[in-house]
């Protein structure tokens, strides 16, 4: 199981990008995916993460900033990250528990999110 995401960049504070991870392999089902950050010097800490079923958990820096979403047909999470702060800098991971006849926990190779101006 490979997850490939994508989307990251440099922005201006106040500006938006949309990030995407897309999870492809030997997937029986996908379970919960979501979006964990890792700013320089810090832990990786969770973002977002959303049910096959679209419940969401989002964290309190980011909630009414960042949306996460999902297409189930495609194996993909997205996350729209609007009003981008310079604190939001970070690269941000992509994560899916994946049932491939066990749960496992999988990982995206990181995209950086840069905001600057």
């Known amino acids: 199981v490979q997850l490939q995401a994508s989307g990251g960049g440099l922005v201006q504070p106040g500006g938006s990008l949309r990030l995407s991870c897309a999870a492809s392999g030997s997937i029986r089902s996908l379970n919960v995916m979501g979006w964990y950050c890792q700013a320089p010097g810090k832990q990786r800490e969770l973002v977002a993460t959303i049910t096959t079923a679209g419940r969401t958990n989002t964290a309190d820096s980011v909630a009414g900033r960042f949306t996460i979403s999902r297409d189930n047909a495609k194996n993909t999470v997205y996350l729209q990250m609007n009003n981008l702060k310079p604190e939001d800098t970070a690269v941000y991971y992509c994560?899916?528990?994946?049932?491939?006849?066990?749960?496992?926990?999988?990982w995206g190779q990181g995209t950086q999110v840069t905001v600057s101006s």
């Open positions: 994560k899916a528990i994946v049932y491939t006849g066990a749960y496992l926990d999988y």
